[in-house]
């Protein structure tokens, strides 16, 4: 495999040379990965509060997670995302000897064996909200990030699945540029290309693409074209590649490593990180945290140790600690 030409050239040279291991960034060493997208909730409450769609290891383990994105999806019509959120917070409470609220830069770099939990709304179902909530929803509901749709048009703009061309809606544009002052984080994963591009015209801090993939390497409208990541590493953007089957192909160790190529190659070594979208989808040979050390194996072999940190830990923990407050 072949990234851009200088890329490659590097990547070479630290094949054949000790690699550094990073402050801070030791998923190769034992301290867990971290993803940018699960259905954590929605998993675990079809299994009735257990988590062996996770593999027994979930929540503790050489493999578990250090940190994730969970994410609540209107999966009704009916769906609040008030109700999602409450739901959501006793699971955390529940689950506090092994789960923890994700908040601040200091809940990164604390020294906790617990998984840290950013509560994600996709679709963002909150129909009529005021800019002005966005602080609430932030303090009082524990809401971390958001996504302007899902599979569908929403309030605030159209899903990849839709017209492309078609621009963010009135909504959208205040919600975008309302989030530039907020401390929730935007992710554009789902969103039309028109919505796309127009949200990194609205939005000055670094994106989140949670789950997604290189559409040149797997053709489905849920994946980035060339052209987006060259415009999300631009703008100092981070994607998180799904292993949905779906997306992939098989879901393969070898189909995310040509993923990985195409995305470093147009977005930078920076820009790449884990969205895994495990929880309710039928997966393929990357079915849960278990499989990962072998990925990232495959990860080291071919592009070498750092980018294997890079994309396993690093790169979202550098995210969060540039965007997350300091402190409360």
Request: with cysteine; glycine share 10%; proline share 4%.
């Amino acid at each position: 495999m072949a990234f851009g030409r200088g890329v490659s050239a590097r990547l070479e040279r630290e094949r054949t040379a000790r690699v550094e291991t990073l402050p801070n960034h030791n998923v190769r060493h034992g301290i867990g990965f971290i993803d940018l997208h699960q259905d954590m909730l929605s998993g675990v409450a079809r299994l009735d509060g257990g988590f062996p769609v996770y593999g027994s290891s979930y929540l503790s383990g050489s493999s578990r997670a250090a940190a994730i994105w969970s994410s609540l999806y209107p999966d009704a019509a009916e769906a609040s995302l008030l109700t999602q959120l409450d739901a959501h917070d006793e699971f955390l409470r529940a689950n506090a000897a092994s789960l923890r609220l994700m908040t601040t830069v200091a809940d990164v770099d604390a020294e906790d064996h617990r998984t840290g939990v950013l509560p994600h709304s996709e679709g963002f179902n909150l129909p009529g909200i005021e800019t002005q909530d966005l602080d609430w929803l932030w303090t009082e509901r524990s809401l971390r990030s958001l996504s302007l749709t899902w599979n569908y048009e929403t309030d605030y703009g159209f899903s990849c699945y839709q017209d492309v061309a078609a621009p963010l809606k009135h909504a959208g544009q205040r919600l975008v540029r309302a989030l530039g002052e907020s401390p929730l984080l935007l992710d554009l994963a789902h969103l039309n290309e028109a919505g796309f591009y127009q949200s990194l015209d609205l939005y000055a801090p670094a994106v989140l693409v949670s789950h997604s993939f290189a559409r040149a390497v797997g053709d489905h409208p849920r994946g980035l074209s060339d052209e987006q990541l060259r415009a999300l590493g631009e703008h100092g953007g981070l994607v998180g590649l799904a292993f949905v089957p779906d997306f992939l192909g098989r879901g393969s160790v070898d189909e995310v490593l040509r993923h990985i190529d195409r995305i470093v190659s147009l977005a930078g070594e920076e820009a790449i990180s884990i969205g895994s979208d495990w929880g309710v989808t039928d997966m393929g040979e990357l079915g849960d945290q278990t499989s990962l050390p072998g990925l990232l194996d495959a990860v080291a072999f071919n592009y070498g140790e750092q980018l294997a940190e890079k994309f396993a830990y690093a790169n979202a923990s550098d995210f969060l600690r540039a965007q997350l407050p300091l402190a409360v």
